[in-house]
């Protein structure tokens, strides 16, 4: 009989540097100790010292000589010398950590999407003036050499991001925290375009070195799915399961780490790397079977192969869900190992340990601490379940009831067959308390059960999420009265409000201003006098006595110029199309969706396309020129989101060819949006677009990085474009569009009493078939959405706003001075919005985490 701690051991080193205790240090020999400190990386950090670390690794690490380096060499040995002043500090904190045996903080996000980490190390660790004074004598410039690093594809959208903000912030605030994700071998994919359609590409980023991840092939974790489930009494006469899997794929670790700004303080991001157990089948190989020899590793390395498998198909769905529970297991086995170092008792637990879940993703992990606690430590159910319950933190991103997760049961039984034994016992227990304080009220139960009654039965994520946690938050103030009052009222009436609340996302302004947007950083700081705004954006206040200021307007337009001069050669380069810097330059940046109504800006660009070819050349003289410019990917299932994406470039084909309209409209569509590029977009935005249909949008963040870079806001009454608009007033946003609470109202109309569409949206429409933009016959399901699908995300009932919106925007560009002053204020009053400022409330007020300064 096997016994309860048989299945998913960890093997580590029993002490490894960062583990050892100051009683452990008494025990060492001094000559010992003194040579360890005498051979530690030298942080001094001026020119010299870079320079003599620079060629060490040329010379040694990446094996050239002096005439055999190009920029990417360069890079590499630049970010080597980075790096080791980092593991320096990493080991530091995580020694200092260990000895004071703090509260850690555990992010567990699917997504981390990091950008290029060279730059941001620098900058955090105040070694980029150094460093790039070193690399020029040396024959290089440092602009060329951060050009060479190629985005980390841990991520996709604002989710990953906020991932990155926030461990920014958690490490630049001294909080003990670590996150945990995947290594994803290709990322999402590589967006190019062939003939105007998104076509998808293995992301290779790992191709060649990584400097800022570290290997750690000594942690390895065993994962199992499939299986059975056994039962024996143990020697208290109590009943046990031992769950033995058929299938065991290797969790391998590589560490992440994240330095913070200001501060010695730097964290650390574990990511899991899928590995198979058995890498080779000889006997297979030697028998001719040369591809089932390798079968079981191309198994196992399909995990953490791409993130987001296309789920269209059963086997994808497998695999997601094979991807999730592969990822928290791992962790969870960390977690709990780090914790049993220490020799408390279980019961304090979630005292040393708070575990956030950014979003539904990581929400198995509730299932798999509690089969750790019960099935191989031995714990009660209840003792068990209130350790559970204690630790769990959940952070809900959406009310859209398709992007609420759920896995059909049959599924879930087949892979982790013990876990669906715990989630049916939970969701027992869970619905008895419920018809306690219901008693005969058989709809709130249907309602609130984890199982959704179907065929076949679905575990609802969501639900097991709130079930676990001892909190949920939203994301933004609408998007948090929205979850009371909507998707999860029930789970209101029973828990009652206090259980649910609200943090607004943040951005981190060492990334989104001091190192996206540099010259207007220095202009700032050298405008208030100091750098206080990093770490206290609430000091950018200090700007608005300088917005009538018209020296101070001169250089904030001066930089502005440079940036969109910055963005024009980018656009030509990657596109081939020639953009004026004097135009407007109005920005739409953001994943490929329905509800984020990219469809409803290129209509509305089409508008003004015939607009313009209805006027008189004189006429046109009038007219502010615009460029309108979008990006971000569609999911390779998605096949609406993917006709929006050609629809704006067949679009795009027209317009820009157009000699007629006479430069004053350009439409671009830039391929493979992400950190880097996003980081070139946004400080060039003289207006961006957050549209989304009211009540859909939990947050966003892009509005908050524009907004921070002196963008002005065109937007809906959604998301965090509501507390945008309450910090930086009436005046210095464009808004429109119905209401949240109007939108099922809307609906029903839509679908009962046949509501005509706008007329100027129904010309634009007649455009579209009649083959002006190509065959329409491709665009036809698109058009579709709007009639036979009764137009879900209200382009109708908002085209007329959104397009006098749009008049009143022209409007106020046409005055330079008004407008650069608009723009100086918003940079103003974006204090709020730092994810600092969030990090603080979720220390405070969900994980009761205090910092620690290494």
């Not at 649910?500 to 010259?519: E, S």
């Amino acid at each position: 009989m096997s016994t309860p701690n048989s299945s998913s051991r960890i093997r580590y080193h029993k002490r490894t540097p960062t583990g050892v205790t100051k009683n452990d240090q008494a025990s060492l020999d001094p000559k010992i100790v003194g040579l360890w400190e005498k051979c530690a990386v030298n942080e001094n950090d001026d020119k010299e010292n870079f320079q003599r670390s620079f060629v060490r690794h040329v010379t040694t690490t990446l094996a050239r000589s002096v005439y055999n380096i190009d920029n990417f060499s360069a890079y590499q040995a630049t970010a080597h010398t980075v790096r080791d002043q980092l593991i320096k500090r990493w080991n530091d904190t995580q020694q200092s950590h260990t000895e004071a045996d703090p509260k850690r903080v555990y992010y567990l996000s699917l997504e981390f999407l990091l950008g290029r980490s060279l730059d941001n190390a620098l900058l955090n660790l105040g070694l980029k003036e150094n460093f790039g004074e070193g690399v020029k004598d040396l024959g290089f410039r440092m602009e060329d050499i951060l050009d060479e690093e190629v985005d980390a594809a841990l991520g996709n959208g604002g989710l990953g991001r906020l991932a990155a903000c926030y461990m920014d912030s958690l490490a630049s605030l001294d909080y003990p925290a670590w996150g945990y994700g995947l290594r994803y071998t290709y990322g999402i994919f590589q967006q190019r375009l062939k003939d105007g359609y998104q076509v998808e590409f293995p992301d290779y980023w790992l191709n060649f070195d990584n400097p800022w991840e570290l290997p750690r092939l000594d942690v390895v974790v065993d994962i199992q799915f499939g299986g059975s489930v056994n039962k024996y009494t143990d020697e208290d006469g109590r009943v046990r399961h031992v769950w033995e899997g058929n299938d065991v794929i290797k969790a391998v670790a590589y560490d992440v780490p994240i330095p913070g700004y200001g501060t010695k303080n730097c964290i650390n991001i574990r990511l899991w790397s899928s590995k198979p157990k058995r890498q080779f089948d000889l006997g297979r190989f030697n028998e001719g079977q040369y591809e089932q020899a390798v079968q079981e590793q191309m198994q196992a390395e399909n995990i953490t192969a791409v993130l987001y498998p296309n789920d269209n198909h059963m086997v994808g769905k497998e695999l997601r869900l094979k991807q999730q529970y592969f990822w928290v297991a791992a962790s969870l086995h960390d977690i709990v190992r780090r914790f049993k170092k220490s020799e408390k008792p279980w019961s304090k637990f979630p005292d040393q340990v708070a575990i956030q879940l950014n979003d539904t993703h990581p929400t198995l992990a509730i299932v798999e601490l509690q089969r750790i606690l019960v099935d191989l430590e031995g714990l009660d159910w209840d003792e068990a379940w209130n350790i559970v319950t204690r630790t769990f933190a959940f952070t809900n991103h959406t009310i859209l009831p398709e992007a609420m997760e759920k896995w059909p049961v049959p599924m879930v039984a087949y892979l982790l067959p013990r876990h669906m034994q715990i989630i049916f016992d939970v969701n027992l227990f869970f619905l008895q308390n419920v018809e306690k304080l219901f008693p005969d009220d058989r709809d709130i139960l249907a309602k609130l059960s984890i199982i959704e009654e179907a065929t076949p039965q679905f575990v609802r994520m969501a639900h097991l999420a709130i079930v676990g946690s001892h909190q949920v938050n939203g994301v933004a103030e609408l998007h948090s009265n929205l979850i009371k009052t909507t998707i999860f009222k029930d789970f209101v009436k029973f828990y009652g409000s206090e259980k649910f609340t609200n943090v607004t996302n943040g951005i981190t302004p060492r990334r989104w201003l001091h190192q996206a947007n540099p010259k207007l950083g220095d202009l700032i700081t050298e405008v208030i006098g100091s750098k206080d705004w990093l770490k206290d954006l609430s000091s950018l206040s200090k700007l608005e006595k300088f917005a009538d200021d018209k020296e101070f307007k001169k250089q904030w337009v001066t930089v502005k110029r440079s940036n969109k001069v910055r963005l024009a050669e980018y656009i030509k380069t990657h596109t081939g199309v020639v953009v004026n810097p004097n135009a407007l330059f109005d920005i739409q940046v953001k994943r490929i969706h329905e509800y984020k109504r990219q469809f409803m800006n290129i209509l509305s660009v089409i508008h003004r396309y015939n607009s313009l070819k209805k006027m008189s050349s004189e006429e046109r003289c009038e007219v502010v020129k615009r460029v309108v410019i979008f990006g971000g990917k569609a999911a390779p299932g998605y096949y609406i989101a993917k006709l929006v994406i050609k629809l704006i470039n067949s679009v795009a084909e027209v317009v820009n060819k157009d000699e007629s309209i006479e430069d004053t409209l350009k439409v671009v569509f830039i391929p493979d949006y992400n950190v880097s590029v996003a980081e070139i977009i946004i400080p060039a935005s003289d207006i961006s677009q957050h549209i989304s249909t009211a009540g859909t949008e939990a947050s966003g963040t892009s509005n908050m990085k524009f907004v921070l870079n002196g963008g002005l806001i065109l937007g809906t009454v959604d998301g965090a474009n509501i507390e945008i608009h309450e910090e930086i007033g009436d005046d210095n946003i464009f808004m429109f569009g119905n209401l949240a609470d109007q939108v099922e109202d809307l609906r029903h109309a839509h679908r009962y009493r046949n509501v005509p569409i706008d007329p100027a949206l129904q010309e634009v429409i007649n455009d579209i078939e009649s083959g002006h933009f190509g065959d329409s016959r491709i665009f036809s399901p698109l058009i579709n959405t709007l009639t036979i699908g009764k137009d879900y995300y209200l382009i109708s009932d908002d085209f007329g706003s959104y397009l006098s919106a749009q008049n009143l925007v022209d409007e106020a560009y046409k005055n330079q001075d008004d407008w650069t002053r608009k723009s100086i204020l918003c940079t103003a009053r974006m204090g709020k919005f730092s994810s600092d400022r969030a990090i603080i409330e979720y220390a405070n007020r969900i994980w009761n985490a205090k910092p620690c300064s290494a």
